[in-house]
T-cell receptor
């Protein structure tokens, strides 16, 4: 099982700021998924990236899959308090299960 | 609400007792996964089940933990003789066609062992 690293571990910013969080590994993946987990809730799938270099936008969120398919980033523009949560990346482990990174805990202050 | 339903949401057990966590998948989903999340950590895979079959239990401790997904009724994660280290949030997810498909998570059961 390959490991996923996420950085930063914690991030606290003011409303309106931009931010980028990262998901890295030394392994190549066929796809990566990004989830957001709010306190007291289960993770919710945001996006799946499949193609190297792919960029997907979801309103103020921009997801990019690295050219070599080893890493991914999530950029949030003009962050809002509603963006607060734990952002998790995950990969499909040979069709058996999903392996999650440790997450980036984001706090957006009003 | 046709989402993944987990109950109870919160469970308190004394050391040595048994904990039973239930998960009803989304309608039409026959693939269920259990994950454990410790405070301030990501999710760790425990077990993957289809109806009446355990497909992959590589993430589940060999002792005290068991899981089932009967033909009728919810999936059950059972922890016998709980210890303080079992305190965590346990999440269930379901999908329609296996791990390659989108998985939907329940709200979790927060187990506290006192």
């Amino acid at each position: 099982t390959q490991l996923l690293e996420q950085s930063p571990q914690f991030l606290s910013i003011q409303e309106g700021e931009n931010l980028t969080v990262y998901c890295n590994s030394s392994s190549v993946f066929s796809s990566l998924q990004w989830y957001r987990q709010e306190p007291g809730e289960g993770p919710v799938l945001l996006v799946t990236v499949v193609t190297g270099g792919e960029v997907k936008k979801l309103k103020r969120l921009t997801f990019q899959f690295g050219d070599a398919r080893k890493d991914s980033s999530l950029h949030i523009t003009a962050a809002q308090p509603g963006d607060t949560g734990l952002y998790l990346c995950a990969y499909d482990n040979y069709g058996q299960n999903f392996v999650f990174g440790p997450g980036t805990r984001l706090s957006v202050l009003p | 609400n046709a989402g993944v339903m987990q109950n109870p949401r919160h469970l308190v057990r004394r050391r040595g007792q048994e904990a039973r966590l239930r998960c009803s998948p989304m309608k039409g989903h026959s693939h269920v996964y259990w994950y454990r999340q410790l405070p301030e950590e990501g999710l760790k895979f425990m077990v993957y089940l289809q109806k009446e079959n355990i497909i992959d239990e590589s993430g589940m401790p060999k002792e005290r933990f068991s899981a089932e997904f009967p033909k009728e009724g919810p999936s059950i994660l059972r922890i016998q003789q709980v210890v303080r280290g079992d305190s965590a949030a346990y999440f269930c997810a379901s999908s329609a066609t296996g791990p390659g498909a989108e998985a939907f998570f329940g709200q979790g059961t927060r187990l506290t062992v006192v």
